[in-house]
Each structure stands twice: as structure tokens, then as C-alpha cells.
């Protein structure tokens, strides 16, 4: 379980403080699949970015499992059990996919395991799996195959920011179907993705929308869902939403 308690986050520029985080509290109960929304900017790279380590917070905690690890470093909160997909994934030269699947996953991983995890973000595995993780590769491939790799940890919270952004038509199905089966099958961990998708926000558990650093809206996605729709987009309601709670 992971618990935020009035969890903050600023940064100074020239002129003034920038809260981008404002005393937000939030609970990710263990075997839960829950999709965080809302308005470009609002707040929820940021928010993934201090779960995962990436950035620290001006103020507030982080638990995980009831252990403070607001402190720890992004190396000691992978360890502790937290998997992060960047929304633009890092590119890695001289290392093959298959190289990092394994150091992934973090045991004596076959070709056949590591090809079967490409094979469920959509990847031909014979096509992929030698291949240097290196600007060769599109921005989409880059970004499934980070998936795979947070597959592959198969850690307590995987965290994944929009990782339908810059994948294509056919392959967002084979997306959908690899969430889909994540949440049938989950154990011993939780899931946070950052979409704004409304097809990802269909199988969550629970939706957060985020809105100017604080949580506008929070339940089970049959509460959430039918706000959140009705308009061309989940963003533009959540925009909508926003909009009409600060008028
Ligand atoms: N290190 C930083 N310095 C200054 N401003 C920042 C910093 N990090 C984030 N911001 C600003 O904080 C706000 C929130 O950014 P963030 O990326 O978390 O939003 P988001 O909700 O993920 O947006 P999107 O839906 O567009 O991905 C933005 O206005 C962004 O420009």
C-alpha cells in the first residue's frame, strides 16, 4: 500500500514560488489498478516523479507498506519494490533489449521469458529482442519496450505515465489487452497509470483526477468514469470539471 500524506512539491523561479504539488493526500491500496487524470499540467508527472524518486518533495511523506521512504533515493525506492515508465523513455547504448529485460527482471531470465514479454506489448520478439536500445528505435518502440521491462520487475507499484503517447492505432489494442490482463492478474501489487485515455480509464479500479496540484475528484471509476465523459475527451471534461470547480 501506498500512502502520500499532504505531500508538496515547489520550484522557485525567478520571480516566485511555483507550488506544482499542494498538501495532496492519497492512499494506492495494495492489488489495486488506479488511473490518474486531468488537465495538461496539473500535476501528475510530478506526482509520479516523487513516488518513483525523481524528484524530492518540499514537504509532506511518502509510505510504502507503512515504511518512510520519503527520504530514499530512486535506486533505494526500486529496490523497496517501485517500477517507473517514463512518458519519454531513456534510451541505453550498447545495451541490447534483451540485456535489459534481464536486468529487469532481475534473475537468470531464458530468451523465451524475455521474448514473451515483448511479445505482450505487441513486439515481434525475434524482430526486437537483439536490437541495441539506441536512437534506432522509434519513440513507440522505445516505449513498449519500456513497458515490457516494467513487465518484466513485475514490482509491488508500477507506475506507467501515458504509456499510450506515441504508440499507434494497432498496437494501443495490443496496449489495452496487456493492461487488461494486468488487472485480471493482480497480486501482490499495484498499478498506477497516468492516461488520459478513456479506454485505460475503462478498466481502472479507481480514477484520480488531478487538477493545479490537488486531487479534484477521487472513486471507484463507476462514480468517476461518467463525469469524466460525455465530451470529446476525458481531458477536456477533466478541463471542464476543473474549470467549473474554481469558477
Ligand atoms: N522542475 C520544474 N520546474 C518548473 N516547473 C515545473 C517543473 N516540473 C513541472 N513543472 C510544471 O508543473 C506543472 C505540472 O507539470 P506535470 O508535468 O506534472 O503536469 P501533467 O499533469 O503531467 O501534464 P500533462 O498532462 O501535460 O503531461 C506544469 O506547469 C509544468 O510546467
Not at 515547489?10 to 498538501?23: A, C, L, P, W
Not at 493526500?25 to 487524470?37: P, Q
Request: aromatic content about 6%.
Amino acid at each position: 500500500m501506498l500512502t502520500l500524506e499532504n505531500l508538496s512539491f515547489g520550484v522557485q523561479d525567478e520571480k516566485s514560488q511555483k507550488e506544482i504539488i499542494r498538501n495532496l493526500n492519497l492512499t494506492i491500496e495494495s492489488n489495486k489498478f488506479v488511473v490518474v487524470t486531468g488537465p495538461n499540467g496539473g500535476g501528475k508527472s510530478t506526482l509520479a516523479k516523487l513516488i518513483a524518486g525523481i524528484e524530492k518533495p518540499t514537504g509532506g511523506r511518502i509510505l510504502l507498506d507503512g515504511a518512510d521512504i520519503t527520504e530514499k533515493n530512486i535506486t533505494e525506492r526500486a529496490q523497496s519494490g517501485i517500477s517507473y515508465a517514463f512518458q519519454q523513455p531513456v534510451r541505453f547504448k550498447g545495451i541490447e533489449v534483451f540485456d535489459l529485460l534481464r536486468l529487469a527482471s532481475g534473475k537468470e531470465l531464458n530468451i523465451t521469458d524475455a521474448c514473451q514479454y515483448l511479445s505482450e506489448v505487441g513486439l515481434c520478439a525475434k524482430d526486437y529482442i537483439k536490437r541495441e536500445v539506441n536512437d534506432s528505435l522509434s519513440g513507440g518502440e522505445l516505449k513498449r519496450i519500456e513497458i515490457a521491462t516494467v513487465l518484466a520487475r513485475g514490482t509491488k507499484l508500477s507506475i506507467f505515465d501515458e504509456p499510450e503517447a506515441g504508440i499507434d492505432l494497432w498496437s494501443f489494442q495490443n496496449l489495452i489487452a496487456v493492461f487488461e490482463r494486468m488487472r485480471q492478474n493482480i497480486k501482490n501489487g499495484s498499478i498506477l497509470i497516468i492516461s488520459h485515455q478513456e479506454r485505460i480509464l475503462d478498466i481502472a479500479d479507481e480514477i484520480v483526477v488531478i487538477a493545479n496540484g490537488q486531487i479534484s475528484m477521487q472513486g471507484p471509476k463507476d462514480d468517476i468514469l461518467p463525469h469524466l465523459l460525455g465530451t470529446a475527451s476525458a481531458v477536456d471534461a477533466c478541463t471542464k470539471f476543473y474549470n467549473k470547480e474554481e469558477a
